[in-house]
């Protein structure tokens, strides 16, 4: 995972990466160096507006090795920046810590308590990324398609049998029984996104 960095000095981190995210909420995205995650975290990165970190080390590590991607390297930032989130311009909206215990630093989840919410993914295969991330960021209809096909994944529906036979016949108040389409229209809302599942891939 070496090859993912590429290091450079302190004053180009500033002039590189200090860049302006204020025009609208964003996501920072802190995933381990491991291909298949940092490759995912790129796509959400266009897809979505975001930053990414990328950590090496034990989970026991206190200084484990960070690294910020500008839009067009990885750039080195130190825990007493991180802390300090003195390498972005704002505190962003929401950060996503990936990796389960026995992978992400517990001083990197100490060192993340500025965020006003954090979210933890444990489960590093490309279905469990989609799923996580899409439930996270609420994903449109089309943001689920569009990652089912970049990673040959395949749509599950689990509304599908409930939807074959009438909701009638279904005891109880459903939630996402139809509403008046006035409403439907004036929210703006899209269904809810289904789940996704892997096809003929090796995670």
Same mark, same amino acid.
Do not use: C
């Given at each position: %995972? ?10 180009? =981190?500033?002039?590189l ?17 491991? $291909? ?7 796509? =959400? ?10 950590y ?15 839009g +067009? ?5 130190? %825990?007493k920046?991180?802390?300090e ?21 517990q ?13 933890r993914i ?7 990324? =989609?799923?996580e ?8 209809t ?8 970049? $990673? ?13 036979? +009438?909701?009638y ?11 008046p ?17 892997? =096809?003929? %891939?090796?995670?």
């Amino acid at each position: %995972m070496n090859k993912l960095f590429q290091r450079v000095g302190g004053l180009l =981190v500033a002039a590189l990466f200090l860049f302006s995210v204020t025009a609208q909420a964003f996501t920072l995205i802190v995933a381990p160096a491991r $291909y298949s995650v940092i490759q995912f975290a790129q796509d =959400v990165l266009q897809r979505t507006p975001s930053v990414l970190v990328s950590y090496q080390g034990e989970a026991t590590s206190e200084e484990p090795t960070l690294h910020a991607w500008n839009g +067009s390297e990885w750039v080195p930032v130190s %825990m007493k920046d991180y802390r300090e989130v003195s390498f972005l311009q704002r505190v962003p909206d929401r950060t996503i810590l990936i990796g389960g215990r026995d992978i992400l630093p517990q001083s990197l989840v100490d060192a993340s308590s500025w965020s006003p919410r954090v979210e933890r993914i444990t489960d590093l295969n490309t279905s469990g990324l =989609v799923n996580e991330f899409g439930r996270i960021l609420n994903w449109r209809t089309s943001e689920w398609q569009w990652f089912a096909k970049r $990673y040959n994944l395949s749509l599950e529906d689990e509304a599908a049998a409930r939807r074959s036979s +009438s909701w009638y016949d279904q005891a109880g108040p459903l939630p996402d029984r139809p509403r008046p389409l006035g409403t439907l229209l004036e929210s703006g809302s899209e269904p809810e996104p289904a789940p996704v599942t892997d =096809v003929n %891939m090796d995670d």
